[in-house]
């Protein structure tokens, strides 16, 4: 089950890479452009319409799946390093994994988040008066990672 999931991420990845590109949109564009002024030649047909219907149907009903795994992966990835972030840092752990509850939970941390809001613009604001400038990043002894190519994001 796992090779299938991550062949399919990888094949809805590509798709997504590649259908989300000015190329692809314009020959889109053409081809419906082409299919309307074919539309004389077919004498505006039933069958002449069901061709664009049909098409088009499919096409979106199929990316739809596409689309929706590409978003839950990089929500995921995001939602990952956010998490790393939080756990590295001097911040409050209990927001790790907030994604997780409900509605009304989430409401009532954004309440707490908001009451809290006037004392860290303070205190901001207090440390740019002052010169404040944060330490320095530590350098890492790691390979920096590999730059990810911008995804094409759903509408």
């Known amino acids: 089950m796992v090779n299938i999931s991550r062949a399919f991420g990888h094949v809805a990845n590509a798709i997504a890479k590649w259908t989300g590109r000015p190329p692809v949109f314009i ?22 319409q069901l ?28 939602q990952a390093k956010l998490d790393e972030m939080i756990r590295a840092s001097k911040s409050e752990n209990r927001f790790i994994g907030i994604e997780h509850l409900s509605d009304q939970e989430l409401e009532d941390i954004l309440e707490e988040c908001e009451r809290n809001r006037p004392k860290v613009v303070a205190r901001a604001r207090a440390r740019s008066d002052k010169g404040y ?19 094409a994001s759903a509408a």
């Open 27 to 48: 020959s889109c564009c053409v081809l419906v452009i082409l299919w309307a002024a074919s539309g004389p030649l077919f004498g505006f047909s039933d069958t002449w």
């Open 51 to 78: 061709m664009i219907n049909t098409s088009t149907t499919i096409i979106t009903f199929l990316m739809v799946f596409l689309i929706q795994n590409t978003q839950n992966r990089d929500g995921a990835a995001i």
């Open 133 to 151: 400038k944060p330490a320095p990043a530590k350098a890492s002894a790691r390979k920096p990672p590999r730059r990810a190519q911008p995804r």
